[in-house]
């Protein structure tokens, strides 16, 4: 007797996640492009800009990483920089936490990895109209945005060496305007001013004061905004 596969199956969901995600991959392709032009100025190859992109896969970090090494910060900074920004991706997979469990370690791991704002923000949204998505929608638009990140990147790299002074462009605010579009995707509500006036506070202090390098300033007030979010709670 044939059976018909489940509407909720792993595949179909698959599917489902990737097609879906495509309008908002447009945007991270725009920015992604940003972010290979101005890599070249980071004394990147494009090999290197096309690995990052897989194994880091973190619009935001990688930006502000680029900066910290066009800045001459060094690799170390650049590096902590970089992971000092995405401490929010804690409070993002806690929120869906309820996606990993019981699955295999593995599993686990790349649910992490392919996690984003944009395909948290997509599963919340089909969940609040009731629709029942899970782990391998998640999935399914995190390897949409990983493939157009990786494509859009590497051609905005490629792009800038047929440019004869890609300065001459402006870009160098691409990282101002990309980081303004990522907070204002990042903002919920006036539940989330605490934990921002938090982090604002402590990196404007602990820059002014001259107590820490800007790197280690961002760092200090990322952990205490994801701090105070998380003692009141913020999913």
């Known amino acids: 007797m044939a059976t018909s596969t489940p509407i909720t199956a792993p595949q179909k969901e698959f599917l489902s996640g990737a097609v879906e995600i495509i309008p908002l991959?447009?945007?991270?392709?725009?920015?992604?492009?940003?972010?290979?032009?101005?890599?070249?100025?980071?004394?990147?190859?494009?090999?290197?800009?096309?690995?990052?992109?897989?194994?880091?896969?973190?619009?935001?970090?990688?930006?502000?990483?680029?900066?910290?090494?066009?800045?001459?910060?060094?690799?170390?900074?650049?590096?902590?920089?970089?992971?000092?920004?995405?401490?929010?991706?804690?409070?993002?997979?806690?929120?869906?936490?309820?996606?990993?469990?019981?699955?295999?370690?593995?599993?686990?791991?790349?649910?992490?990895?392919?996690?984003?704002?944009?395909?948290?923000?997509?599963?919340?949204?089909?969940?609040s109209t009731g629709r029942q998505v899970g782990y391998w929608y998640l999935i399914g638009g995190g390897l949409t945005l990983a493939v157009v990140w990786i494509v859009a990147t590497v051609a905005g790299f490629y792009v800038a060496h047929t440019l004869p002074e890609p300065r001459a462009l402006g870009m160098d605010f691409a990282f101002t305007a990309a980081f303004i579009a990522i907070a204002r995707?990042?903002?919920?509500?006036?539940?989330?001013?605490?934990?921002?006036?938090?982090?604002?506070?402590?990196?404007?202090?602990?820059?002014?004061?001259?107590?820490?390098?800007?790197?280690?300033?961002?760092v200090l007030g990322g952990i205490s905004g994801a701090a105070v979010a998380g003692v009141l709670h913020h999913e």
């Open 25 to 127: 991959a447009l945007g991270v392709a725009i920015y992604g492009l940003a972010f290979g032009l101005l890599a070249s100025q980071a004394s990147m190859d494009g090999l290197q800009v096309g690995v990052m992109g897989g194994i880091v896969f973190a619009g935001a970090s990688q930006i502000v990483a680029a900066e910290r090494l066009v800045a001459g910060a060094g690799a170390f900074i650049a590096i902590v920089a970089g992971a000092a920004l995405n401490l929010r991706l804690l409070l993002i997979t806690a929120s869906i936490r309820d996606i990993y469990a019981g699955r295999p370690f593995w599993q686990v791991v790349l649910g992490a990895h392919l996690t984003t704002d944009e395909n948290w923000a997509l599963i919340l949204s089909k969940r």
């Open 185 to 218: 995707t990042m903002w919920k509500g006036a539940h989330d001013l605490a934990p921002w006036i938090t982090s604002f506070a402590v990196v404007a202090l602990s820059i002014g004061t001259g107590v820490l390098d800007v790197s280690f300033a961002m």
